[in-house]
């Protein structure tokens, strides 16, 4: 149910489920001091997560009133319970930029992204198909919550324990990794995940999220860090290691399609991820889940839209469509 993970500050790692999720857990983080206590990310809107977060807080006696929440970033796996076990007067820390993005989810956002990617070669059928079962629409937070927000370098205290907020936008545009620098532990959210590659998509309102990322990678990197806390599955490696093969994956994955682009001029980017070797266990392209496509696919414009701020690859627009071209 939990584990202790560390002393001084006491820290414990409730284990979410994430049922029919390929991310299979979430890792929450619990703080507990004698003054007060922090709860980092929270799992899926989902009656699954809701009772193993209950039965954690339960065995950990955390009194909500004397707890704090960080939120590493908007994924709905990460706020969907926050309605769910704070309460309205609670503080909840939360990038500002990525607090913007969680007022567009429960908003707008999802018709704009559906229009974008019937331009990327997604058909009608699969989007509505995809409006119903994305787990990023379906397990979203049941209101929208009121929070703190922070910036980057922003701190706050828990008991005798400061922690800094550091920026890190990549995987979402207003991501942070929390960090405890006298102690020097970092909790990494999914800015730097160890047995996955943490998923980077285009995103409205940014230009160049790849970018951005690779950029927060190396931000990271210039930290002292002992332990590193990531919030989905384990850490068993170097997060330095770790962080140098994150940029080569990367570095692969615009080669491969600068290669792909090369053999086939003016191809759409749903087809451009059809030829793009991915781990799918053992399932072709075709028999992958709808679902996983519509992520390669986000993964393929971050990497498009990279290749394009650097010239090396333009786009044109024909009969609904973008075409891709090598520069
Ligand atoms: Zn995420």
């Given amino acids: 149910m939990y584990q202790k993970i560390y002393n001084d500050p006491d820290i414990y790692r409730l284990d979410i489920p994430l049922p029919n999720n390929p991310l299979r857990n979430l890792n929450c983080y619990i703080i507990k001091t004698r003054e007060k206590n922090l709860i980092i990310d929270t799992g899926f809107n989902m009656p699954e997560c809701l009772e193993a977060m209950k039965q954690g807080l339960e065995a950990l006696e955390i009194d909500i009133d004397k707890t704090d929440m960080f939120i590493t970033h908007m994924h709905s796996d990460h706020t969907g319970l926050v309605p769910g076990i704070m309460k309205e007067d609670s503080i909840i820390y939360m990038s500002d930029v990525d607090y913007e993005y969680v007022k567009m989810i429960l908003e707008s956002f999802w018709s704009k992204s559906d229009e974008s990617y019937l331009k990327e070669g997604f058909t009608e059928e699969q989007i509505d198909y995809l409006k119903n079962t994305n787990p990023a629409i379906v397990y979203n937070p049941s209101k929208l919550f009121k ?32 960090y405890l620098e006298n102690e020097k532990i970092l909790f990494s959210g999914d800015h730097i995940l160890f047995d996955i590659s943490p998923n980077i998509t ?83 392209w075709e028999d992958a889940p ?38």
């Avoid at 703190?148 to 907020?165: A, H, L, N």
């Avoid at 994956?249 to 759409?268: A, S, Y």
């Avoid at 993964?299 to 690859?313: Q, S």
């Avoid at 786009?315 to 075409?323: H, P, Q």
């Fill in 147 to 178: 929070v703190v927000t922070v910036g980057d370098q922003s701190k706050f205290r828990i008991g005798r324990y400061e922690f800094k907020c550091i920026s890190t936008p990549g995987h979402t545009p207003g991501h942070m990794c929390l």
């Fill in 202 to 284: 285009r995103w409205p309102n940014v230009k160049n999220s790849l970018s951005d990322y690779l950029k927060s990678l190396n931000k990271i990197k210039k930290l002292k860090i002992n332990t590193t806390l990531p919030a989905h599955r384990k850490n068993d490696m170097n997060v330095y290691d770790r962080i140098d093969q994150l940029i080569e994956h990367h570095n692969e994955r615009l080669k491969e399609t600068i290669d792909i682009l090369r053999k086939n001029p003016g191809i759409n980017a749903y087809d451009i991820a059809g030829n793009m070797k991915w781990s799918l266990k053992g399932k072709t």
């Fill in 290 to 327: 709808l679902q996983q496509k519509w992520f390669a696919v986000g993964e393929i414009l971050a990497h498009l839209d990279y290749l394009e701020e650097e010239k090396k690859v333009f786009k044109k627009y024909e009969e609904g469509i973008y075409k891709y071209y090598e520069n």
